[in-house]
């Protein structure tokens, strides 16, 4: 009989035992998991960072290259033709008159040229601004009659921007 007691009492503590070790490992796996988590959200922002910062990057070389053309054709009153890269697809190039450009952007002047990553302008953004009105100008290709338009979603690579002056205003047109 004493040996079945001392039996059963040593199964409880191998129990007791296992418990709290099972306890002790389950807690560090749950802090191993929560801490991976973590990392990887960490470096998914970074490099999401990085990327954003990388595309801001090339919207405003474009538009820097873009503004030269453009005050170069203003001051001369020529035409010019350039190449605009696409940043990303679909991205927009705007263009606004000075009161409804995108918040804290291009204030007191008359023109205004955004490249956005998205139809509202809210998010990424690089805009520049002119003392002169800056327009959109698309060709219907069926009947031939240019229109004018605030944005131009980027869809190609490429596209090639052919730029004019009509009287105080810089016409920026493409084709299709």
Same mark, same amino acid.
């Given at each position: 009989?004493?040996?079945s007691i001392i039996h059963i009492t040593t199964e409880k503590m191998k129990n007791k035992k296992g418990v709290k070790f099972l306890g002790e490992h389950v !807690?560090?796996?749950v802090l191993a998991v929560i801490v991976i988590v973590f990392l990887i959200y960490l470096i998914v922002k970074v490099y999401t960072l990085f990327v954003d910062d990388n595309k801001l990057k090339k919207a405003e070389d474009q538009l820097n290259k873009l503004s030269e053309v453009i005050n170069s054709v203003y001051a001369k009153g020529s035409e010019s033709k350039i190449e605009f890269f696409t940043i990303d697809k679909g991205w927009?190039?705007?263009s606004y008159f000075n009161t409804l450009a995108p918040e804290r952007e291009c204030?007191?002047? !008359?023109g205004c040229l955004c490249v956005c990553d998205d139809f509202t302008c809210e998010n990424l953004k690089k805009c520049i601004d002119?003392?002169?009105s800056v327009q959109l100008v698309k060709t219907n290709p069926k009947i031939g009659v240019p229109y004018i338009m605030e944005k131009l979603k980027l869809l190609e690579p490429v596209y090639?921007?052919?730029i004019s002056k009509e009287k105080n205003v810089v016409k920026i047109k493409w084709k299709e």
């Open positions: 009989m004493g040996f !807690v560090n796996l927009y190039l705007n204030k007191g002047k !008359v002119f003392h002169f090639e921007l052919d």
